[in-house]
């Protein structure tokens, strides 16, 4: 096997390892933006509920004064 053939075999192999890389990176970005999606809407509804639970309070106080 020639030099430039064993070359060519390594720069394959690292082809490969790479595609692995950026497919992986990928799934990663895209769990990410999931998450962050999630952690915003569960937000925006703990906002809700306390904003709620507020208007509810602050109506019980000024009845009871």
């Known amino acids: 096997m020639s ?3 064993r070359f060519e075999i390594i720069l394959e192999d690292i082809n490969q390892k790479m595609d ?3 497919e992986g990176h990928q799934n990663l ?6 998450l962050a999606k999630e952690l915003r ?11 709620k639970e507020m ?4 109506g019980t106080w000024s009845k009871n004064r």
């Open 29 to 34: 970005d895209q769990k990410i933006d999931r």
């Open 41 to 51: 809407e569960e937000m925006a509804k703990m906002r809700d509920s306390l904003r």
């Open 3 to 5: 030099e430039k053939e």
């Open 55 to 58: 208007t509810e309070t602050r």
């Open 20 to 22: 692995l890389i950026v």
